[in-house]
T-cell receptor, first 119, second 110 residues
């Protein structure tokens, strides 16, 4: 079974340019997360989807970041325009999202991440 | 108090040593607790889930203390391959609102 797939793995852009990241979660996983991870820090939540609904986007900088999960499967995270401080690893994760959490419904599986460098 | 706090590390231990990490959390209503392992330049991967007072998996033991609001991870007989960053994860207001600590870096030395 394929895991969480992300692309691109690496992206180098100049500041003020747009960039987009794509994520395909594990088949059957209803909940999808986008996290940002800076060097030496833990992942920080940007947005969480339950199916196609964004249920937690309080930490998403909405002036430049946007995300969508139109059909409740794959998702895209966009930054426009990018700033130097956006250089980080963008991690996508998914979980079953339904059922008893004591049976692992909220266990996260991560993709390999998209490493962004803004010059 | 931050939602999830971990020992700052780094921990440098010799092979065969026993090492323990602590993690404190602020939300007394939290019900889901995890330890993830992250290798350098890789994604986090689930090491252990902690759903009750604690559980054991081979050399790894996780314990939960609800009264003091902390979880711990004990690694016995450390191997070189245990070198990684260990992330503590706790749920917040909802079961799917998962917050990560900053991680504790472990280096096992020959």
């Amino acid at each position: 079974e394929a895991g969480v797939v992300q692309s691109p793995r690496y992206k180098i852009i100049e500041k003020k340019q747009p960039v987009a990241f794509w994520c395909n979660p594990i088949s059957g996983h209803n909940t999808l997360y986008w996290y940002l991870q800076n060097l030496g820090q833990g992942p920080e939540l940007l947005i969480r989807y339950e199916n196609e609904e964004a249920v937690d986007d309080s930490q998403l900088p909405k002036d430049r970041f946007s995300a969508e999960r139109l059909k409740g499967v794959d998702s895209t995270l966009k930054i426009q325009p990018a700033e130097l401080g956006d250089s980080a690893v963008y991690l996508c994760a998914s979980s079953l999202g339904s059922g008893d959490t004591t049976s692992g419904a909220n266990v996260l599986t991560f993709g390999a991440g998209s490493r962004l460098t803004v010059l | 108090r931050k939602e999830v706090e971990q020992d700052p590390g780094p921990f440098n231990v010799p092979e065969g040593a026993t090492v323990a990490f602590n993690c404190t959390y602020s939300n007394s209503a939290s019900q889901s607790f995890f330890w993830y392992r992250q290798d350098c330049r890789k994604e986090p991967k689930l090491l252990m889930s902690v759903y009750s007072s604690g559980n054991e998996d081979g050399r790894f033991t996780a314990q939960l203390n609800r009264a003091s609001q902390y979880i711990s991870l004990l690694i016995r007989d450390s191997k070189l391959s245990d070198s990684a960053t260990y992330l503590c994860v706790v749920n917040g207001a909802g079961s799917y609102q998962l917050t990560f600590g900053k991680g504790t870096k472990l280096s096992v030395i020959p």
